[in-house]
């Protein structure tokens, strides 16, 4: 989901930089949402976790480069699922920043897209997640139909930004197009294996049930709402 630098140039980055204040913005209020509920350390705990996984995710799994893109297996349902939504959303805004200051410089100027692409379809999926997930499921419990419904959500919000970015950036030239639509079907596979991560990282947590009432994980994962 990393933009090149110079598909979206001069003027047109503005508009980036206002998208990213306004996910931060949303993030800063859940943030602090989190440790009212929780509490600071537990929410320090688990940013830490999602910043050094999502670290991992970028520099040691898999990735490609694929048409206006590189093609990342992200997991960022899996994130919102056992961290919550403020640790997960911190997570990805700071291993990417991580990333782009120690092992991938020639990403930052475009840090304001990239962290767009990765939040707002968190977010979206977060407000998903309470329509599809009812309140009386905890994620320990959930369907696989359920995880694919909100890897759909925020696959395919990555996939959306991406091809708003490159159209935004390059306009609608058959070459650009071309490649637009290579990434699209190249990222849909994510859509596919991240449901089966999900499910098993969640069988695992039914296994784990002394992490039930610990800092590290959301209170979500082992109980219902209501």
């Known amino acids: 989901m990393h933009i090149e630098v110079g598909v ?19 993030l800063a209020k859940r943030s602090w949402d989190e440790i009212k509920d929780k509490g600071i350390i537990s929410m320090a705990v688990r940013t830490l976790v999602t910043t050094l996984l999502v670290l991992t995710f970028f520099e040691v799994l898999p990735h ?24 997960a959303g911190i997570g990805l805004a700071a291993g990417l920043l991580i990333q782009g200051l120690f092992f991938a410089p020639f990403d930052l100027p475009n840090y304001t897209i990239n962290v767009t692409t990765l939040l707002v379809p968190l977010y979206t999926m977060a407000i998903i997640a309470k329509k599809v997930i009812p309140e009386t499921t905890a994620y320990k419990d959930l369907s696989y139909a359920q995880t694919v419904k909100l890897s759909l959500a925020y696959q395919g919000g990555i996939i959306s930004w991406v091809a708003f970015w490159a159209l935004y950036g390059q306009g609608f030239g058959a070459e650009n197009l071309a490649a637009v639509g290579t990434f699209a079907v190249a990222y ?37 709402e209501a």
Do not use: C
Not at 8 to 26: C, D, H, P, Q, R
Not at 64 to 87: K, N, Y
């Open 8 to 26: 979206v140039e001069g003027a047109k980055m503005i508009l980036s930089y206002g998208t990213a204040a306004a996910a931060f913005g949303y």
């Open 64 to 87: 490609h480069p694929v048409g206006v893109s590189e093609v990342h297996l992200i997991l960022g349902s899996t994130l919102f699922l056992i961290f919550g939504l403020a640790p």
């Open 188 to 224: 849909a596979t994510i859509v596919l294996l991240e449901p089966v991560i999900d499910i098993a990282v969640l069988a695992g947590a039914k296994a784990l049930d002394r992490l039930q009432n610990s800092n590290f994980v959301t209170t979500r994962l082992y109980h219902a």
